[in-house]
T-cell receptor, first 116, second 111 residues
Framework: ETGVTQSPTHLIKTRGQQVTLRCSSQ?????VSWYQQALGQGPQFIFQ???????GRGNFPPRFSGLQFPNYSSELNVNALELDDSALYLC???????????????FGQGTRLTVV | GDSVTQMEGPVTLSEEACLTI???????????LFWYVQYPGEGLQLLLK?????DKGSNKGFEATYRKETTSFHLEKGSVQVSDSAVYFC??????????FGTGTSLTVIP
C-alpha cells in the first residue's frame, strides 16, 4: 500500500507566475483535499475533489484551481502568484463510499512553495 | 463557525515529564476529533482520533478523550521522550470534506 505522495518537494517561483503542484492519493482512496499551511499556522482547507469534481471549497480566490484525474491523482494550480502564497501545500487523501464521507484523511509530505 | 482552539506553545519539557496539550472546539453538531503530529520538515501524521462523545483515542502512549460537555479533546501523555518533539495539531471534521485545524502546539523534549 503506497501512501500519499506529492511533487515537487520544494519550489521557488516569482510573483505573477503560475505553479502546478501534484499529488498521488493513497492506494484505494478516491478523494483528494488540498490545504495551505503558512509558517507557524495550522493547515487551511483550499478545496476537495471527488469523482473528478470540486466537492467543497474554502476561502480561497479563484486563482487557486484544481483537477482530479481518473486514477484519483490531483493537481493544484495557482495563477498570478503573490508573496503571501508562500506556504507548505499539503494534499490529503481519503475514501468516500457512496454518500458516506470519510472521517479520516492521510496527508502527504507537502510541497514547500516560496514566492519571491 | 466551526473552529478549534489549541493551547499556545511552545512547550518545553524534560524527558519523562507529563504532557497535556489543551484543545477545545466550537461546532454546530458532533464532529469527529483528531490529533495530528508534524515532525520538522514533514507533513501531518494521524496520531489518534475519536468519533463520538466519551470515546478515547490512543496511540504511542498518547491519549485524548472526546468530552462533549466541555467541548474538549485534550492530548495527554504520561512520560514524554525526546522523539516526541514535534508540532501537534488538534482538528475536527463533520463530513470528511473539510478539516478544521488549530494553530498547532510546538513541543520540545529535552534530555
Amino acid at each position: 500500500e503506497t501512501g500519499v505522495t506529492q511533487s515537487p518537494t520544494h519550489l521557488i517561483k516569482t510573483r505573477g507566475q503560475q505553479v502546478t503542484l501534484r499529488c498521488s492519493s493513497q492506494s484505494g482512496h478516491n478523494t483528494v483535499s488540498w490545504y495551505q499551511q503558512a509558517l507557524g499556522q495550522g493547515p487551511q482547507f483550499i478545496f476537495q475533489y471527488y469523482r473528478e469534481e470540486e466537492n467543497g471549497r474554502g476561502n480561497f480566490p479563484p486563482r487557486f484551481s484544481g483537477l482530479q484525474f481518473p486514477n484519483y491523482s490531483s493537481e493544484l494550480n495557482v495563477n498570478a502568484l503573490e508573496l503571501d502564497d508562500s506556504a507548505l501545500y499539503l494534499c490529503a487523501s481519503s475514501l468516500r463510499v457512496g454518500t458516506m464521507a470519510a472521517t479520516e484523511a492521510f496527508f502527504g509530505q507537502g510541497t514547500r512553495l516560496t514566492v519571491v | 463557525g466551526d473552529s478549534v482552539t489549541q493551547m499556545e506553545g511552545p512547550v518545553t519539557l524534560s524527558e519523562e515529564a507529563c504532557l497535556t496539550i489543551n484543545c477545545t472546539y466550537t461546532a454546530t453538531g458532533y464532529p469527529s476529533l483528531f490529533w495530528y503530529v508534524q515532525y520538522p520538515g514533514e507533513g501531518l501524521q494521524l496520531l489518534l482520533k475519536a468519533t463520538k462523545a466519551d470515546d478515547k483515542g490512543s496511540n504511542k502512549g498518547f491519549e485524548a478523550t472526546y468530552r462533549k460537555e466541555t467541548t474538549s479533546f485534550h492530548l495527554e501523555k504520561g512520560s514524554v521522550q525526546v522523539s516526541d518533539s514535534a508540532v501537534y495539531f488538534c482538528a475536527l471534521t463533520f463530513t470528511g470534506n473539510q478539516f478544521y485545524f488549530g494553530t498547532g502546539t510546538s513541543l520540545t523534549v529535552i534530555p
